[in-house]
């Protein structure tokens, strides 16, 4: 089970969002590399980085802050960002910069085509988010809800050859409420790629129950405001988190 830091990118700081509310934030820390390199020290095995105005905007815009990242830890795990990557020119920009995963989003619903040609020209290296509010769908940074139930279009990526699916339950981000274990689980059943299960992770309870759910191909969780407010230990949460799975064998 992987336990991957968010660092969450708004005007160049690392901050928090609630439920996606470019209005509800809380910085945690005004240089990025070094965060970064803070939970590579706590033992990070992946980062998840989010250019949250880029998500806005639709096109990159934390990229000097993004590109420090990868400067100061990139040679050392692997990195994923997600938020206003729209076109085939600035996945592969991301990727020549040192990006191991390039996570899309809202263009993958809206513009599928645009996902099969990414998959299609940087397999491998494909990540779908998809963030979801009662079963449902949503885009532009959560702000508008689609029709589309989120385990159809999860088949409908894996079919193009996405390498995972991020699934974020945007009713409980930033709230530290709980996962949406249930939702996560039913996802995972019905794809063959690993989910990986993002929103409201609260204690290490949730850890607990993440990892007893493995086998149905929940491969990891994305740590965001609980490792910052100090809710959540990282590093104790892996080391219990790999004692469970060695103990499943």
Known sequence: MLLIPAIDLKDGRCVRLKQGDMNDSTTFGEDPAAMARRWLDAGARRLHLVDLNGAFAGKPVNEPAIKAIIREVGDEIPIQLGGGIRDLDTIERYLDDGLSYVIIGTAAVKNPGFLK??????????????????????????????????????????????????????????????????????????????????????????????????????????????????????????????????AAG
């Open 117 to 246: 040609d990414a998959c299609s020209a940087f397999g491998g290296h494909i990540i779908v988010g998809l963030d979801a509010k009662d079963g449902k769908v949503a885009t532009d940074g959560w702000s508008k809800l689609t029709g589309h139930e989120v385990i159809d279009m999860g088949q409908k990526f894996q079919d193009y050859g996405v390498e995972g699916i991020i699934y974020t339950d945007i009713g409980r981000d930033g709230m530290l409420t709980g996962i949406n274990i249930e939702a996560t689980v039913k996802l995972a059943q019905a794809l063959t790629i690993p989910v990986i299960a993002s929103g409201g992770l609260s204690d290490i309870a949730d850890i607990e129950r993440l990892c007893a759910v493995f086998g149905d191909g929940v491969e990891g969780v994305i740590c965001g405001r609980s490792i910052y407010t100090g809710a959540l230990d990282f590093t104790a949460a892996q080391v219990r988190a790999d004692e469970l799975m060695a």
